[in-house]
């Protein structure tokens, strides 16, 4: 069985979520469960750092999906970090880059939130 | 001026020669015009130059320009590339935006597009020399585009191929997935989280359909205001998917609330649910290929969420059973284990149910040392609900007992007892009676049972007397009793319908008549006898048939 691990940190305001291995139609409920969690103690800053995922299915983009909106309406945003060049590649295929910002490292993104502030 | 003349054609070959090295060397469409256009620029002394492609469908369309402003390039005019030299509209907007002329670049297979050329900055016209030069040019480039622009179409082709993995790997996923889930709301969220996340949505919602109705099992819309726009649509009306226009024109209380595709979730062409989708957020439209996925995810799911809803029932039938099982126990506790001792009398009874739990019933109960009540019913209707009004009656039965009343005095009281707790027309026939070993006297009410057979030197006497069934209506004609004083041999055969109306394979009933001849030359059996005998003729006259009623008797020999 393939696995799957979510775990977030703090940095300053913005929660970073580390995701690790397989992200399908199985795990995808341990990441909805990360950003309830975050939804419910009004984090709104998301970085999601993708360096340890191996394979992402439309189910797990789809978390994404769910939980943008909430974020933007609440001054938040979900920015994504790290990503294995075939794990971008089916952002790309999508069309996500034209809904979120992508970068190399985590600390872009985390520099790009303090410029918002 | 010989020498300023090949002067100026090795400068013309050495540019071709490095134009032809640079575009060979690259792939890119974007970086093959550039290049093209500035060679241009530079060597016609022009400020303004653009390269317009053949499309698919054949029409021009500019893709890069130097020297116009980008609202020029915009308004460039819809032309077919076959028409570029004979285009009114195309020759009035190249005066307009002082280009010169349009030079057709081809290869021997086909059109692929035209290259605009401002007027030259000296003010010259393009001469000869500028002609052939640009012939030469546009054949090294005409070449390296075509190629160019087949790498892009491949790329285009394969993109599209990638996309169409991803689909089916996702559709894989969730294939796997749903088969192991049964809770409907779980499996509406990963429906959910797949679609949203392939076609970037952020507006939707899953209902189930129910009778004529619908069940909200996902939505980002304000519940409320999708029942509302629901309100006025029905399930038939979406036996197919419904795209933006459709909605626009048929569904407008759906189309107010932002809903651009619907996709029904079918078994066996049956809409069980509908998928609702609000526009994509990239502004794309949804192309027959999103629509296949959606409808295929959507049967998965629906026939997954069908499994869940079967297997509970099973569980629910499992757990109704058990709970049979233990009502059957707790009704056969309720029948007395063994007839009480009497002096003067031989007491058998039994009782079958048809079904885990009956409505027939039984009772002996011991009054004092001398006397003992024996009751006999049968309580309309089957199945638990009879049961629980046989447990009733028992429940007022045993009370009545040690109240110490005359049996017509009882009657009355257990009428309106039953009647006040009967409401849906439920009734009980019912007969009861008290025998003494004192006095050998039999003393009974009959409530519109089966009249029990007294038997008396092969003679019956049909047990009648008494008055109305039992819980039809609370007791205003008060009941009467009668009393028999008994000889030794007299016997009494009390039975409930299901034994003169047991059927045989076809369907002629077992009657009275058959029970009466039976019995009548019994004399010498004990009641248990007795009892054997007449179940046993049952059992051989209906054979083969199901018994379809509780089965009750009791004997009672006089001693």
């Known amino acids: 069985m393939a696995d799957f691990n979510v775990s977030t940190r703090e940095v300053g305001s913005v929660s970073i979520i580390d995701v690790k291995g397989y992200l399908d139609a199985h795990t995808a409920p341990d990441l909805e469960n990360e950003f309830n969690k975050l939804v419910s103690g009004k984090q709104f800053k998301v970085v999601v750092n993708f360096d340890n995922l191996k394979y992402i299915s439309s189910a797990g983009l789809g978390v994404f999906m769910a939980y943008v909106e909430t974020m933007r309406e609440n001054n938040g945003d979900i920015k994504f970090s790290n990503l294995k060049d075939d794990v971008y590649n089916i952002f790309d295929l999508l069309g ?5 910002e992508f970068y190399k490292d985590e600390n872009d993104a985390l520099a790009k939130f303090k410029l918002q502030d | ?16 020669v490095d134009f032809s090295n640079l575009i060979n060397s690259n792939l890119d469409p974007n970086f093959i015009s550039n290049n093209l256009i500035f060679t241009c620029l530079s060597k016609f002394h022009t400020s303004r130059a653009a390269l317009a492609f053949s499309d698919g469908q054949n029409v ?3 893709s890069s320009y130097k020297g ?4 020029t390039a915009k308004n460039f005019p819809e032309v077919l590339i076959g028409d570029c030299q004979s285009s009114n509209v195309l020759k009035n907007y190249l005066e307009e935006n002082k280009f010169s002329f349009g030079k057709l670049i081809e290869t021997p297979r086909k059109k692929i597009g035209v290259l605009f050329l401002g007027k030259k900055l000296t003010g010259r016209d393009y001469d000869e020399d500028d002609k052939s030069f640009l012939n030469t040019l546009l054949h ?10 087949m790498v892009t179409e491949l790329k285009e082709v394969n993109r599209n191929l990638d996309a169409k993995v991803n689909q089916l790997s996702s559709l894989f996923d969730l294939s796997k997935e749903f088969s192991g889930i049964l809770e409907k709301e779980r499996v509406g969220k990963l429906l959910l989280y797949s679609i949203i996340g392939q076609l970037i949505v952020t507006k939707f919602a899953v209902v189930i359909c129910e009778d004529e109705g619908f069940e909200i099992l996902e939505t980002r819309i304000p519940p409320e205001i999708l029942k509302t726009a629901l309100s006025g649509c029905s399930v038939k009306n979406f036996t197919e998917p419904k795209t933006k226009k459709n909605i626009e024109q048929k569904f407008i209380s759906i189309s107010k609330i932002g809903i651009e595709l619907v996709i029904p979730m079918q078994i066996k062409g049956a809409t069980k649910g509908l998928i609702l989708l609000g526009g994509r957020t990239n502004n794309q439209p949804y192309n027959q290929s999103d629509i296949e996925y959606v409808s295929s995810l959507g049967s998965l799911a629906i ?11 099973t569980l629910e039938k499992q757990r109704l059973e058990k709970d049979l099982e233990i009502a059957q126990k707790i009704q056969s506790n309720l029948l007395p284990d063994k007839a009480p001792y009497m002096k003067n009398f031989d007491i058998a009874a039994i009782n079958q149910s048809a079904r885990q739990v009956g409505g027939d019933y039984y009772d002996l109960v011991k009054l004092d040392e001398d006397r003992l009540l024996f009751a006999v019913a049968d309580v309309s209707g089957k199945g638990v609900q009879a049961a629980l009004l ?3 009656l028992q429940a007022f039965l045993q009370s009545i007992c040690k109240q110490n009343i005359e049996l017509d005095q009882a009657s009355n009281l257990i009428n309106d007892l039953v009647s006040e707790n009967t409401t849906d027309g439920s009734f009980i026939t019912f007969f009861w009676g008290i025998i003494s070993d004192k006095t050998k006297e039999l003393i009974y009410v009959n409530m519109g049972h089966n009249p029990p057979l007294f038997i008396r030197d092969k003679k019956i006497i049909k047990l009648k007397e008494g008055g109305m069934i039992l819980g039809v209506m609370p007791t205003i004609i008060p009941y009467k009793s009668e009393k028999i004083k008994l000889n030794t041999g007299d016997k009494i055969i009390l039975f409930t319908d299901g034994i003169t109306e047991a059927m045989n394979t076809q369907g002629v009933e077992y009657s009275d008549e058959r029970l009466e001849e039976l019995v009548i030359n019994l004399s ?13 003729d049952v059992k051989v006259f209906s054979k083969g048939a199901p018994q379809s009623d509780d089965i009750t008797s009791m004997i009672i020999k006089v001693g």
Do not use: C, W
């Open chain 2, 1 to 16: 001026m010989h020498a300023n003349n090949n002067n100026a054609a090795l400068r013309n070959l050495a540019a071709l």
């Open chain 1, 96 to 100: 996500f880059p034209v809904l979120y």
């Open chain 2, 390 to 392: 046989m447990a009733n």
């Open chain 2, 524 to 536: 010498a059996s004990s009641a248990e006898e007795t009892l054997n005998i007449i179940l046993n």
């Open chain 2, 303 to 313: 026939i997954s969420i069908e499994n869940g809803r079967l297997f509970k029932e």
């Open chain 2, 60 to 62: 021009l369309r500019i």
């Open chain 2, 140 to 149: 090294i480039a005409s070449s390296a585009m075509e190629n160019s622009l």
């Open chain 2, 68 to 71: 116009i402003t980008d609202q």
